[in-house]
């Protein structure tokens, strides 16, 4: 058994951007959404539609695959583990999730990986995020 | 922080100072925008001339905290000719608060129609022929997808209210948020400004991470949790429907009585169970009290749908529901969406609209005026015509109805039922004289003001007795501890969460010693500042009054007693009179 997020009620919702918020300030001590690991989408002239995009936490995660110095490698459990020293900067980590999950520092120009810590659903207020158990039998 | 960005549309330049002086002495939000707009000194200017100004200003917590999320604008009202101030939550504050903005100052007039887009201290101007005309829903679609921004945009933009120039025209604010009160959206339409876009690159950093974490989490945990926020969470403001309705307060028909024989229709809990669509929020706010409300209407041979997101609030619900005898959800849903994408403040809207009804049943005005509509109170099919028209601005009798109820009055007779306060449409309780006291006398003639309904609603439950000068003292009290609020910008919603306490320590935890005494004094300035800028600007203080329909009426605390209001404007005025001197 491992626990990864997961987006269980996207519908719930209300764009708070709680969780975007969570993340940047735990990990980067800012007041900010610019640096969370995970991103809410607004959609243009859709009122109230959001999207959310958050690492899943793959097994065999194909930005890792992507990652032309090993810069990403497989996190157990499921997801990468980021090391910063071998990244190029490519951005082909990004292009390779199709969830459009991960993120990217675009002033560090590297990958914001998500940790699987769950301090984003923590502050969701409507139960849309969660850290679930996942059994891969 | 503490930096303005200051637009000359005219000129297409800008700039960008810092001003800490300012932020030390006036904090932010509400105080500092004062501060500028007095120094403007706008005593002869035109609210609709180039000179004009538009301020946006938000607070030292605004993006570090919970709820903090409203923006101020500050103008001179063409609606009143005085003071204008409106706030907005969505996204504005978060995008300015990215941007490294604590003000933004537009002042000018674009030769052509144009939008603006404030990308960190970078504005670019663009012409905005293509989408003039559109609605205020169509243009942030229109722009959410054109225009490109550095982080998470905020949109701020007229309908076509604003362009026509009426004086009730609204700015919206992202979705189903507004500058609603006051006629912001004519100052930027005589601009020939469709629209403002404002995004941020910024990281603004969390000095000390420790401190900073306790008071945000007990902020938030106090939003999730506490009774405090439950019931914007839950019902959102409609849920006052009913209360107000059981102690006589719901105005109806033009204020004609305080009880609604269809509030169940209309109420809170019949919107939640029977219309919303869902919920959503302002950037930084767990609480979600934005209600949206979903129409279906049947087209083609009633075999197709099509579906609405309408927000709803209390305040609209009363204004273009109750105020008009509409019955149906439906019904007011409709006319809701028409003064949407119009660009209207709803309030303002639904206060004309009863004038005009009551007018009308009088014989002030007939079906000369209207080109053959017969207005009765309970037709939305013929409201919605109306809109129509006013909409389309050509005759004289609609374009006056986009002038509002003041000037309306004015114009055809029935200032005594035309229900506005220092000529700005009234706000939605009949709970007694507090209630219309801090109409008349708040700066921005809102019942956010100083809230005096909840006086009376505490009068009327026994939990207060009656006291002409307690009442009066309870106001001011009131209405100077929110300038604070207003300053830091937190939402109001959130003022039993942000109690002195929370505020001297949120303030502690983004750099900010300030203690109660200083806050009140403070406070204090920004109130003499407010009301000299009111008074130099034509707000008569020795000719105020209700309109005198209101002294018919039973209102929640029961008829009121003429010569005790009368001496309570006498009393209230003389205070304003003496902190006038303190400037």
Redesign the interface.
């Known amino acids: 058994m491992r626990k990864v997020m997961r987006v269980v009620n996207r519908?719930q919702c209300?764009?708070?951007?709680?969780c975007m918020?969570a993340c940047?300030?735990t990990y980067?001590?800012?007041?900010?959404?610019?640096?969370s690991a995970m991103r809410v989408k607004?959609y243009?002239?859709v009122?109230?539609a959001f999207s959310i995009r958050i690492c899943t936490g793959c097994l065999q995660p194909d930005c890792a695959a992507a990652c032309p110095t090993d810069a990403l490698t497989i996190r157990e459990g499921g997801g990468v583990i980021f090391h910063e020293e071998k990244c190029v900067h490519c951005y082909k980590c990004v292009e390779a999730c199709t969830l459009n999950a991960m993120q990217w520092d675009?002033i560090a120009k590297e990958p914001l990986v998500c940790h699987q810590c769950g301090i984003c659903a923590e502050?969701c207020?409507?139960g849309v995020l969660a850290l679930v158990e996942v059994d891969d039998e | 922080m503490n930096r303005i960005l200051r637009i000359d549309l005219t000129n297409k330049k800008s700039e960008v100072y810092e001003d800490n002086k300012l932020y030390d002495e006036f904090i932010g939000g509400t105080g500092t925008a004062t501060k500028l707009l007095f120094d403007m000194n706008i005593k002869n200017v035109d609210p609709l001339s180039p000179e004009s100004p538009i301020i946006l200003s938000i607070g030292p917590l605004n993006?570090?905290f919970?709820i903090a999320t409203k923006t101020i604008a500050m103008f001179k009202s063409p609606l009143t000719g005085n003071l204008g101030e409106s706030h907005a939550g969505g996204r504005l504050f978060?995008s300015m608060?990215?941007a490294g903005l604590s003000a933004i100052v537009i002042t000018g007039k674009a030769k052509q129609p144009s939008f603006i887009v404030i990308n960190d201290e970078n504005v670019e101007f663009y012409r905005a022929n293509s989408i003039w005309g559109q609605s205020a829903?169509?243009a942030?679609?229109i722009l959410?997808?054109s225009v490109k921004c550095v982080?998470?945009r905020s949109i701020i933009r007229i309908g076509p209210a604003g362009e026509n120039g009426s004086l009730m025209a609204n700015a919206s604010v992202d979705?189903?948020r507004h500058f609603g009160r006051l006629g912001l959206g004519a100052v930027m339409g005589s601009k020939n400004l469709k629209a403002i876009v404002v995004s941020g690159?910024?990281?603004?950093?969390?000095a000390d991470?420790g401190k900073f974490?306790k008071v945000?989490n007990k902020i938030?945990q106090a939003?999730?949790k506490s009774p405090a926020m439950k019931k914007y969470h839950d019902l959102g403001t409609p849920q006052n429907v009913i209360p107000l309705n059981k102690i006589n307060s719901l105005p109806t028909r033009n204020f004609s009585q305080g009880f609604f024989e269809n509030a169940d229709e209309l109420s809170g809990e019949n919107m939640s169970k029977n219309y919303l669509?869902?919920?959503?929020?302002?950037?930084?706010?767990?609480?979600?009290c934005?209600h949206?409300g979903v129409l279906r209407e049947p087209f083609q041979d009633n075999i197709h749908y099509k579906s609405f997101?309408i927000?709803y609030d209390y305040e609209p619900i009363y204004a273009m529901g109750t105020n008009l005898s509409i019955n149906s959800p439906e019904a007011l849903l409709k006319l809701l969406y028409v003064v949407e994408r119009a660009g209207w403040d709803v309030m303002e809207t639904g206060v004309t609209l009863g004038w005009a009804t009551e007018a009308f049943e009088r014989g002030l005005i007939g079906t000369k005026e209207t080109e053959g509509l017969v207005l009765n109170f309970g037709d939305s099919e013929t409201y919605g015509q109306v809109l129509e028209k006013m909409l389309e601005n050509k005759s004289e009798f609609y374009r006056d109805l986009n002038m509002g109820s003041a000037y309306c009055a004015e114009k055809y007779g029935g200032i005594e039922f035309a229900i506005n306060f220092g000529k700005n449409g009234s706000p939605g309780y009949i709970t007694g004289r507090d209630a219309f006291l801090g109409f008349l006398m708040g700066v921005r003639h809102s019942h956010l003001d100083s809230a005096g309904y909840s006086l009376d609603e505490k009068i009327i439950k026994g939990d207060m007795q009656e006291d002409p000068s307690a009442e009066i003292d309870l106001m001011i009290k009131e209405e100077e501890w929110r300038f604070i609020l207003n300053s830091l910008t937190v939402c109001l919603f959130a003022r039993k969460i942000y109690t002195e306490e929370v505020v001297i320590d949120a303030l502690d935890a983004v750099g900010i010693k300030k203690t109660p005494d200083e806050l009140k004094n403070i406070a204090r300035k920004i109130h003499a500042l407010k009301y000299k800028i009111k008074v130099d600007n034509g707000f008569n203080l020795d000719n105020l009054s209700f309109p005198n329909k209101l002294f018919e009426v039973q209102t929640g605390r029961g008829k009121m007693n003429r010569e005790v209001v009368n001496n309570m404007i006498r009393d209230y005025t003389t205070k304003m009179k003496d902190l006038i001197k303190e400037v």
């Open positions: 519908a209300i764009g708070c951007y709680s918020l940047s300030r980067f001590h800012i007041a900010s959404t610019k640096l607004n243009a002239g009122e109230g675009p502050y207020p409507n | 993006g570090f919970p978060l608060f990215d829903l169509a942030e679609r959410h997808s982080g998470k979705i189903g690159s910024k990281r603004n950093k969390i991470f974490n945000y938030f939003a999730v669509a869902q919920q959503i929020a302002c950037a930084n706010c767990p609480v979600g934005i949206l997101k927000p």
